[in-house]
């Protein structure tokens, strides 16, 4: 990779026709660089929570009614002790 001349050091030039362009780096906005990332781990820190705390009310009501349901069930197919006897 050649400097090009009049550019101070370490500014580089844009690849000539026939020239690996993988050999330069991206050009990276440092501050666009630093949100992102700060935004990538409150994602991850929002992800962990939802899945520590749970449900919505919904999801937990539902699970409430579909145990009352199977309890119900449950109780009307129960037998009769018969203790006289």
């Known amino acids: ?3 090009t001349p009049g550019l101070p050091c370490g500014l580089r030039r844009a690849p000539l026709p026939g020239e690996d362009p993988a050999i330069m780096g991206e050009i990276v906005n440092l501050r666009r660089a630093r949100k992102h990332r700060a935004r990538d781990e409150k ?3 929002a992800a962990a929570a ?4 749970g449900r919505t009310k919904a999801q937990r009501t539902a699970d409430a009614a579909a145990e009352r349901a199977a309890a119900r069930h449950l109780d009307g197919h129960r037998r009769e002790d018969d203790t006289e006897g």
Do not use: E, N, S, V
């Open 1 to 3: 990779m050649r400097l």
């Open 43 to 45: 994602d991850r820190q």
């Open 50 to 53: 939802r899945a520590r705390h």
